[in-house]
């Protein structure tokens, strides 16, 4: 019995080694425009999905459908999001064409309740309070708000990170 938990915790030692000095070495491309080895793609995806599950346990969800909140979130989704994930109108991006997996185009999802053509990801995290629809849907929400209207403008000399020749800026308007 002694020497099978020595072998095992000698195992252990050595594979916990290998995992550290391949990750040293700078082995595991973990770049986001790289496909992973299903191993690390299995490992990253259960890291993201444990992180985020164990941040989200308190948090209370607001009312989704106050319209006040909806144009703060169109406003954080033009500031962060459109570099990657775009908008309506807006053509691929070199960043947005590099992803891996491509990021979904949130404009052709859940508009006539199907799934468009990309398969989302299932939500990870259980949330407290009243969610009736994924935040996934939340592009085609936006639509039906009738006092939100929605004008991308381009302004010259801005640009998100060199994504964009030419910033998009969503001017909300009531």
Do not use: W
């Not at 099978?4 to 070495?25: R, S």
């Not at 997996?101 to 052709?108: G, I, L, T, V």
């Not at 592009?139 to 929605?150: F, G, T, W």
Request: hydrophobic share 40%; proline share 6%.
């Amino acid at each position: 019995m002694k020497k099978t938990i020595t072998t095992l915790a000698a195992a252990g030692a050595v594979a916990g080694a290998g995992v550290l000095g391949a990750a040293d070495f700078g082995l595991v491309n973990v770049g986001a425009d790289d496909p992973h080895f299903p191993a690390v793609h299995a490992f990253l995806a259960m890291a993201r999905d444990r992180s985020i599950e164990v941040r989200a346990r308190d948090i209370e969800v607001p009312n989704l459908k106050n319209e006040n909140l909806i144009r703060i979130g169109a406003g954080n989704y033009n500031a962060m999001c459109i570099g990657c994930h775009l908008a309506p109108g807006v053509e691929k991006t070199e960043l947005s064409q590099a992803l891996y997996p491509s990021p979904q185009d949130p404009s052709k999802l859940g508009a006539s309740g199907d799934r468009g053509s990309e398969e989302p990801s299932k939500p990870r995290a259980q949330l407290k309070g009243d969610v009736e629809k994924p935040a996934r849907e939340l592009a085609a929400d936006l639509a039906k708000v009738k006092s939100l209207q929605v004008r991308f403008e381009r302004f010259d000399g801005l640009d998100h990170g060199q994504m964009l020749g030419a910033s998009l800026n969503a001017v909300i308007e009531q």
